[in-house]
């Protein structure tokens, strides 16, 4: 499986943005996806999380109300719309995809794409 974000840039605070997450590859292993951050100078934090079918969403506190997470399983794709910016919300995103090809657990990363809110 390889994940590919899009979507990143610079943005004025109270601005918005949608990444979107490509897949490709044996996507039918995957089962849930997720969005993660990761400023300078922090550790990588969750930002939101959906379920294979798209029915169960998780989000950070931080983001609650702000952000939305969603997934189309036809397009193989997964998207962040990002409403209500701040300049904390600057980091680099990255797109994860867990689940079982056969009976191997299968966790995969995109590269990233840089958010930058400018207050």
């Known amino acids: 499986v390889q994940l590919v974000e899009s979507g990143g840039g610079l943005v004025q605070a109270g601005g918005s943005l949608r990444l979107s997450c490509a897949a490709s590859?044996?996507?039918?292993?995957?089962?849930?996806m997720g969005w993660y951050r990761q400023a300078p100078g922090k550790q990588r934090e969750l930002v939101a999380s959906?379920?294979?079918?798209?029915?169960?969403?998780t989000y950070a506190d931080s983001v609650k109300g702000r952000f939305t997470i969603s997934r189309d399983n036809v397009k193989k794709s997964m998207y962040l719309q990002m409403n209500s910016l701040k300049p904390e919300d600057t980091a680099v995103y990255y797109c994860?995809?867990?689940?079982?090809?056969?009976?191997?657990?299968?966790?995969?990363w995109g590269q990233g794409t840089l958010v930058t809110v400018s207050s």
């Open positions: 994860n995809a867990r689940g079982w090809l056969a009976t191997t657990y299968l966790e995969v």
């Open positions: 590859g044996s996507t039918s292993s995957i089962n849930a």
């Open positions: 959906i379920t294979s079918g798209g029915g169960s969403t």
